[in-house]
């Protein structure tokens, strides 16, 4: 009989497989980098007065934009008192959360709703939105997370 002997020493394989399994269990880290992402795109959205997100709000109503330009000179057109602006841009108390294997992003400032889908005699100015190709660029993350630890 003629045979071949393999001996394989799986140690650095085994190692990077239960790295691997422990990172599957736990994207706190991709997800802190989504919500930086967002963060910056919420930003971005307000200072170029929506475009980020598809398309640019409508201009204010003329008796109310008069009013804002005195009382809140140089202020963008979602920005009055900030509060909606610091939510967006700051992602961070509820409702925005992150966990383990689950992330959650937005805003509970209570007349947000009106500007996201508009009313009768509001325009719809979308200020939660998902940028371009940000689901693509955080499943890679996690992919890369996963496999290497990095992204």
């Not at 009989?1 to 190692?15: G, Q, S, T």
């Amino acid at each position: 009989m003629i045979a071949v002997d393999i001996e394989v020493d799986a140690k650095k394989a085994i190692a990077r497989m239960a790295n691997m399994s422990r990172r599957s269990e736990n994207f706190i880290p991709v997800f802190i980098w989504a919500r930086q992402q967002l963060e910056q795109a919420n930003a971005q959205n307000f200072a170029a007065n929506g475009l980020p997100s598809g398309k640019a709000w409508a201009p204010l109503d003329p008796q109310y934009g008069a009013w804002k330009a005195t009382r809140f000179p140089g202020a963008p057109t979602m920005v009055r008192t900030g509060n909606l602006f610091r939510s967006l841009t700051n992602l961070r108390g509820a409702p925005s959360f992150i966990r383990r294997e689950e992330a959650q992003f937005g805003t509970n400032v209570e007349y947000a709703k009106f500007h996201q889908s508009g009313t009768f005699k509001m325009p719809k100015r979308q200020i939660v939105f998902e940028p371009p190709l940000f689901a693509k660029r955080l499943a890679k993350n996690m992919g890369s997370y996963i496999v290497d630890g990095r992204f």
